[in-house]
C-alpha cells in the first residue's frame, strides 16, 4: 500500500504542479487513496521532495535525487531560483531565499558538496551554513556568488 501510494505520488508530481499538501493530498483521494497529513508529510520526508520555484513564481514538489544526470546543474537552478542574499558571522554563512524555499536551497548546497561547507539548517526562508573556518568562509561566500551568477 505504502510503496503504490509513493509511485502514484511520484506520478502525480510529475503530471501536475503540485503546490501544497492539501493538493497532493486531494489528488491521492480523487486516485483512491485514503491519506492523512501526517502521511503526505511522511511520504514526502521518505521520497526526499523538495519544492522549486517554477516559471509563474510559484512553487511545485520534486523528487530530489543524486542518481539522475547532470545534477548538479538542477541544484545550481535551484539554488539561483531560491537565492536572495547571504552575509557572514565569522564561520556561519546565512542565505536568505524566497519564502518557503529554504530547504530545497539547503539540500541543494548540500547536495553539490562545496568544499567547507559543513552543514546547513534551514527555515523557511534562512538558512544557516556552518563553514570549517573563518576563511573558508570567504572562499564559499565567492563559490556560492560564481554558482548564482552563473560562473562555475
Not at 530530489?64 to 552575509?87: A, P
Not at 538558512?127 to 570549517?132: E, Q, S, V
Amino acid at each position: 500500500m505504502k510503496i503504490g501510494r509513493q509511485s502514484k505520488i511520484v506520478e502525480l508530481i510529475s503530471k501536475h504542479n503540485i503546490e501544497t499538501q492539501e493538493e497532493l493530498a486531494d489528488l491521492l483521494v480523487k486516485a483512491g487513496y485514503r491519506v492523512t497529513q501526517a502521511t503526505i508529510s511522511r511520504d514526502i520526508r521518505e521520497l526526499k521532495l523538495t519544492k522549486v520555484a517554477t516559471d509563474n513564481g510559484k512553487q511545485k514538489y520534486i523528487v530530489l535525487t543524486n542518481q539522475e544526470s547532470g545534477m548538479s546543474e538542477k541544484y545550481i537552478r535551484i539554488l539561483r531560483d531560491g537565492f536572495v542574499s547571504m552575509d557572514m558571522a565569522q564561520n556561519i554563512i546565512i542565505v536568505k531565499t524566497v519564502s518557503g524555499m529554504a530547504m530545497a536551497v539547503a539540500a541543494a548546497l548540500d547536495a553539490l558538496h562545496i568544499e567547507g561547507i559543513v552543514g546547513c539548517i534551514a527555515g523557511d526562508d534562512t538558512i544557516m551554513c556552518a563553514i570549517r573556518t573563518v576563511p573558508d568562509t570567504i572562499s564559499v561566500m565567492e563559490k556560492l556568488s560564481k554558482l548564482i551568477n552563473g560562473n562555475k
